[in-house]
């Protein structure tokens, strides 16, 4: 049973921070950007799988296996994409308008490779 409302597949930055954040859906917030941006910016927790793993066929990583899934990017183009194809192989996924961009413009926390304050490449 899906934890997203039925034929929700966007979520709002807020949206997604809220089901992300520990809260009672347990959902993984993937990130699919290439690993260079993900190492420059990302939202603290997330996991990163570049798009052209899911599309060469990759599995998930095992923390996310099973999970509902909330998808962000840059800015929401490849996010889309990577939750159309998880969602087609099964899994409950959702992506997130505008992407690391507005996560960022909405003021929440984007941390490099090694925690500190990152940037959105």
Same mark, same amino acid.
């Given at each position: 049973?899906?934890?997203?409302?039925?034929? %929700?597949?966007?979520?709002?930055?807020?949206?997604?921070?809220?089901?992300?954040?520990?809260?009672?859906?347990?959902?993984?917030?993937?990130?699919?950007?290439?690993?260079?941006?993900?190492?420059?910016?990302?939202?603290?927790?997330?996991?990163? $799988? &570049?798009?052209?793993?899911?599309? %060469?066929?990759? &599995?998930?990583?095992?923390?996310?296996?099973?999970?509902?899934? $909330?998808?962000?990017?840059?800015?929401?183009?490849?996010?889309?994409?990577?939750?159309?194809?998880?969602?087609?192989?099964?899994?409950?996924? $959702?992506?997130?308008?505008?992407?690391?961009?507005?996560? %960022?413009?909405?003021?929440?926390?984007?941390?490099?490779?090694?925690?500190?304050?990152?940037?959105?490449?």
């Amino acid at each position: 049973m899906s934890v997203f409302s039925r034929g %929700a597949r966007r979520l709002t930055v807020d949206e997604a921070r809220s089901r992300t954040g520990g809260g009672r859906s347990g959902a993984v917030l993937l990130d699919v950007r290439d690993k260079w941006e993900w190492k420059a910016g990302h939202a603290p927790g997330a996991l990163n $799988v &570049p798009l052209a793993g899911f599309l %060469a066929g990759g &599995p998930l990583p095992e923390a996310a296996q099973g999970c509902p899934l $909330v998808v962000i990017c840059r800015s929401g183009s490849r996010s889309r994409q990577a939750a159309e194809l998880l969602a087609e192989r099964g899994a409950d996924a $959702v992506d997130v308008e505008g992407g690391m961009k507005a996560w %960022a413009a909405a003021g929440y926390p984007v941390v490099d490779e090694r925690g500190n304050i990152g940037s959105i490449a």
